[in-house]
């Protein structure tokens, strides 16, 4: 294993792939010689040429319906928006026609492609540049969903992603392109499957269910609780669509209490998804109500104190353990 940063586990994923398959490219605004808003495609310009490194106007429907051409025609492509904001240009091109075309045409046609959009908060970039997506473009069928929060998952879904024969929404925190993590050696060839969550952390009285930077933070809200006595287990979904429910319910009979931790609005959000299968599914498992912790119903401020202010903390989601879990006291009377 070596470190790398989540930005560099990207850009050797794209490497790799243009390599094993000349039928990749990339292609969206300023990738070329300018290295991508985040530097995840420095370099390929020169190693790949215009051919396969393609820079596009700033048209999000110019970009995605290249895309969706160029993969009826064949091709992978990998198109890159400089935001995932930004993508509500072209959410015709995703949802009417990415989406549905293989179904609407029996399965003839394949729409093998890949769209990168990094999003988020935190970076101080305003109301309409901070915000995710991922709940608008999950619930829609044919759309693959994924939202990795390790360099490490980041590599091996890209790859996946690349190589799978559906269209898949590939959401990359902004926050995050500077996380360092564990990846294998170059030339270990490996990928990470795009329906299976992840354990990050044992526990035994309560889940913490979670994707994306909120991953970083559960993780540090477990420690803080575990020298409290509260064990939490963390789930990483890794992917919105498909969820691996399976990995969730497991964990829920096990702890019997949960807290679904996201970043996003609550209302009609990813997690009030997650919440309702967790009580469709594993209702008799549950000793109290699910905790939600998400940002608040705003839209995000430029000013950085409010900004942090709208955004979801680690004593948030250990506020909301605390609210559900019973003192370590308490626990062992009732014992």
Same mark, same amino acid.
């Given at each position: 294993?070596?470190?790398?940063?989540?930005?560099?586990?990207?850009?050797?994923?794209?490497?790799?792939?243009?390599?094993?398959?000349?039928?990749?490219?990339?292609?969206?605004?300023?990738?070329?010689?300018?290295?991508?808003?985040?530097?995840?495609? &420095?370099?390929?310009?020169?190693?790949?040429?215009?051919?396969?490194?393609?820079?596009?106007?700033?048209?999000?429907?110019?970009?995605?319906?290249?895309?969706?051409?160029?993969?009826?025609?064949?091709?992978?492509?990998? /198109?890159?928006?400089?935001?995932?904001?930004?993508?509500?240009?072209?959410?015709?091109?995703?949802?009417?026609?990415?989406?549905?075309?293989?179904?609407?045409?029996?399965?003839?046609?394949?729409?093998?492609?890949?769209?990168?959009?990094?999003?988020?908060?935190?970076?101080?970039?305003? /109301?309409?540049?901070?915000?995710?997506?991922?709940?608008?473009? %999950?619930?829609?069928?044919?759309?693959?969903?994924?939202?990795?929060?390790?360099?490490?998952?980041?590599?091996?879904?890209?790859?996946?992603?690349?190589?799978?024969?559906?269209?898949?929404?590939?959401?990359?925190?902004?926050?995050?392109?500077?996380?360092?993590?564990?990846?294998?050696?170059?030339?270990? !060839?490996?990928?990470?499957?795009?329906?299976?969550?992840?354990?990050?952390? !044992?526990?035994?009285?309560?889940?913490?269910?979670?994707?994306?930077?909120?991953?970083?933070?559960?993780?540090?809200? /477990? !420690?803080?609780? /575990? &020298?409290?006595?509260?064990?939490? !287990?963390?789930?990483?979904?890794?992917?919105?669509?498909?969820?691996?429910?399976?990995?969730?319910?497991?964990?829920?009979?096990?702890?019997?209490?949960?807290?679904?931790?996201?970043?996003?609005?609550?209302?009609?959000?990813?997690?009030?998804?997650?919440?309702?299968?967790?009580?469709?599914?594993?209702?008799?498992?549950?000793?109290?109500?699910?905790?939600?912790?998400?940002?608040?119903?705003?839209?995000?401020?430029?000013?950085?104190?409010?900004?942090?202010?709208?955004?979801?903390?680690?004593?948030?989601?250990?506020?909301?353990?605390?609210?559900?879990?019973?003192?370590?006291? %308490? %626990?062992?009377?009732?014992?």
């Amino acid at each position: 294993m070596r470190v790398l940063t989540y930005r560099d586990a990207l850009r050797e994923a794209i490497r790799e792939e243009m390599l094993r398959d000349e039928r990749v490219y990339i292609l969206g605004e300023d990738i070329a010689g300018y290295g991508g808003t985040y530097s995840v495609t &420095k370099g390929l310009f020169e190693e790949f040429g215009e051919k396969r490194v393609r820079d596009t106007p700033l048209a999000e429907e110019v970009i995605i319906g290249t895309a969706i051409g160029s993969a009826l025609t064949g091709l992978r492509p990998i /198109a890159e928006l400089m935001t995932m904001n930004f993508s509500l240009l072209a959410s015709d091109q995703i949802i009417n026609s990415a989406a549905k075309f293989s179904y609407m045409f029996g399965g003839q046609p394949r729409i093998p492609m890949v769209i990168r959009m990094p999003g988020g908060g935190g970076a101080q970039r305003g /109301a309409q540049h901070s915000q995710f997506f991922e709940t608008l473009y %999950a619930h829609v069928p044919g759309l693959k969903v994924v939202m990795p929060a390790t360099p490490y998952d980041a590599k091996g879904m890209l790859k996946s992603a690349v190589r799978d024969d559906d269209p898949v929404i590939f959401v990359e925190h902004e926050l995050l392109y500077n996380v360092k993590g564990d990846v294998p050696d170059e030339g270990v !060839e490996y990928t990470v499957p795009l329906n299976r969550g992840e354990r990050r952390r !044992e526990g035994s009285d309560v889940t913490l269910v979670t994707f994306s930077r909120m991953v970083h933070i559960c993780m540090q809200a /477990a !420690e803080e609780l /575990a &020298k409290t006595g509260i064990e939490a !287990e963390v789930i990483d979904l890794r992917s919105i669509r498909p969820i691996d429910l399976d990995l969730v319910l497991d964990s829920v009979r096990k702890t019997n209490r949960v807290v679904v931790a996201e970043e996003g609005w609550k209302y009609y959000g990813t997690g009030q998804g997650v919440v309702a299968l967790i009580y469709e599914y594993a209702f008799d498992y549950l000793d109290a109500p699910i905790g939600q912790v998400t940002g608040k119903d705003v839209p995000m401020p430029y000013s950085k104190p409010l900004e942090q202010a709208a955004l979801p903390t680690r004593d948030d989601v250990i506020a909301a353990v605390k609210a559900i879990v019973p003192a370590l006291g %308490a %626990a062992t009377a009732a014992r």
